[in-house]
DNA sequence: TTTACGATTAACT
DNA sequence: GTTAATCGTAAAG
């Protein structure tokens, strides 16, 4: 075997301190979990500070608080009246910069999450923020709490992931900044890239 | 108080 | 490809 050849060395946890792009490229692979339930991210979105697609861009309010609270918040919010969507907070407190989790590849808990969605298969399973957030059990009882806190868990992958980018979904302003990140040749994806 | 609109999904044609 | 569902939020009046 070569010895010349460093371990492949992850990061022990993404640091959520670094800008919302870094952190949602680097959130890839990772195998997110709540209550035991969930399976590998392979989609998120940034939303930074300045940017007009975000949540946070007019300040803050009664739904979007929890983007200002320090990294590593989750924000937790209702999309079109029905679906819930599941956010981490990165940078520092204060300024609402967030990354929206979009798609997962479930690896724990399937059938748990085929119940929850009312779905057999499993490319429909965590396809889509809505999806993923009924499958993973989260609501807005989860809004404002630590990632790094029961029921999360949140697993480095032990492999290094091709990450590709493109735009974000859904966004009527600030279309132009390519800040989809997904996991490469993934077949869970909420839509190709 | 009123109104317009989503960081979506599922079910259509 | 198109559209209905569905309702909290926030901007406007």
Redesign the pocket.
């Known amino acids: 075997m070569s010895s010349t050849r460093p371990r492949l060395r992850c990061a022990d946890l993404v640091n959520f301190s670094a800008p919302p792009v870094a952190v949602a490229q680097a959130l890839i692979g990772y195998t997110l979990l709540v209550d035991g339930v969930g399976g590998r991210i392979v989609e998120t979105?940034a939303?930074d500070v300045d940017d007009e697609?975000?949540?946070?861009f007019?300040g803050m309010?009664?739904?979007?608080g929890a983007?200002f609270g320090p990294p590593g918040t989750t924000y937790v919010y209702?999309?079109?009246?029905?679906?819930w969507?599941f956010?981490f907070v990165c940078r520092e407190a204060g300024h609402g910069a967030?990354v929206?989790l979009r798609a997962i590849e479930p690896t724990h808990g399937i059938e748990v999450m085929r119940a929850r969605?009312r779905?057999e298969s499993l490319r429909?399973l965590c396809s889509?923020?809505?999806?993923l957030a009924q499958a993973l059990g989260i609501t807005g009882a989860l809004d404002h709490r630590r990632i790094d806190a029961p029921p999360f868990v949140l697993v480095p992958p032990d492999v290094a992931s091709v990450v590709n980018c493109g735009a974000r979904?859904?966004?009527?302003k600030a279309q132009h900044l390519p800040w989809r990140f997904t996991l490469s040749e993934s077949d869970f994806l909420?839509k190709r890239l």
């Open positions: 979105e939303y697609a975000s949540h946070s007019r309010t009664p739904r979007n983007m209702r999309s079109y009246g029905l679906h969507c956010n967030a929206l969605r779905v429909n889509g923020p809505g999806k979904i859904g966004i009527s909420s």
